[in-house]
């Protein structure tokens, strides 16, 4: 009988996922056992432990409020990797397949009531086994959707000023404002250029900053009274790294929900004005457009 080998590092911490074999009464050589045929094949076993938060995206940690386990059984076989040409696997003789077959049939037969399992095989025909537990909820932390966030954000939209259309976007893995200045914007700049004797460019940079601080500030009221915890804003120690939406127990800093990125610099667009200052002078000056984007990535 083979053992499993203890220095694959590509595998999960045995405690996470011995936790969770044991809850279908299994353990890491059972499966070894019941996928014997196929692993003396050359195909090695590989544990990984995932959470699906509340959108289905894979967390190798828990992290928020509401995940629902998932542990991953792949059978990988460097050998059977070698046989794949133009786009298949070929095989000689009926080893692999009717192993295959008998290893899963008797993996399911035992422990289908215990979980949910489901099997795939990918374009090597090697097998993964996923098997997902009940949804786990903590109620010391939150969690929330894009959809949800997303509803949160446009309820936020009104403190937004006349001139500017707002657009919220729900993407693969983040919800987006979008913020623009119309030509309205554009006129206010100019006549402040008219009217000033030294100007050389102006801009609405610190009004798009305003209008950014604005709204998230009333995001974390929102979402403070949709979740009934403390969310706050924190501006990190960079732009990329520990900025976002957290939840907070009196000052501690609990959970991070979101990353949160507001940036009213990276879509300037700039348009050149002759301005007549004095009887012979004109000065040649700039008026620089910014529009405003609110990233969260959950």
Request: proline letters at 1%; aromatic letters at 10%; charged letters at 35%.
């Amino acid at each position: 009988m083979k053992h499993l080998r203890t220095y694959k590092i590509f595998e999960a911490k045995k405690s996470v996922v011995d936790s969770y074999l044991d809850k279908i009464g299994a353990t890491r050589q059972d499966v070894i056992d019941v996928f014997q045929g196929i692993i003396d094949l050359g195909y090695e076993p590989k544990f990984k432990m995932t959470f699906l938060d509340k959108d289905g995206k894979s967390r190798e940690e828990k992290s928020s409020g509401q995940e629902t386990p998932l542990l991953l059984i792949s059978f990988k076989s460097e050998v059977n990797r070698s046989r794949y040409i133009g786009g298949s696997v070929r095989f000689d003789n009926l080893d692999y397949i009717e192993n295959l077959y008998h290893c899963l049939s008797m993996f399911m037969s035992m422990y289908k009531d215990k979980c949910n399992i489901k099997y795939e095989l990918d374009n090597y025909v090697e097998l993964q086994l996923r098997l997902k537990f009940e949804t786990e909820y903590d109620e010391s932390k939150v969690s929330i959707t894009k959809d949800e966030m997303s509803d949160a954000l446009n309820s936020c939209l009104s403190s937004i000023p006349e001139g500017y259309t707002s657009n919220v976007e729900v993407e693969r893995r983040s919800v987006k404002l979008k913020v623009t200045p119309d030509t309205t914007i554009g006129q206010r700049l100019l006549d402040q250029l008219k009217a000033s004797k030294t100007d050389k460019v102006v801009s609405n940079y610190d009004e798009t900053e305003k209008i950014g601080l604005d709204v998230i500030s009333k995001l974390e009221k929102v979402l403070s009274e949709k979740l009934k915890k403390d969310i706050r804003y924190v501006r990190g120690i960079s732009f990329y790294e520990g900025t976002g939406l957290f939840l907070f127990n009196g000052d501690k800093q609990e959970q991070m929900i979101a990353k949160l990125r507001m940036t009213n610099w990276a879509f300037t667009k700039t348009y050149k004005a002759d301005i007549k200052r004095g009887f012979l002078k004109i000065d040649k000056c700039e008026i620089e457009l910014e529009s405003l984007e609110i990233e969260i990535d959950l």
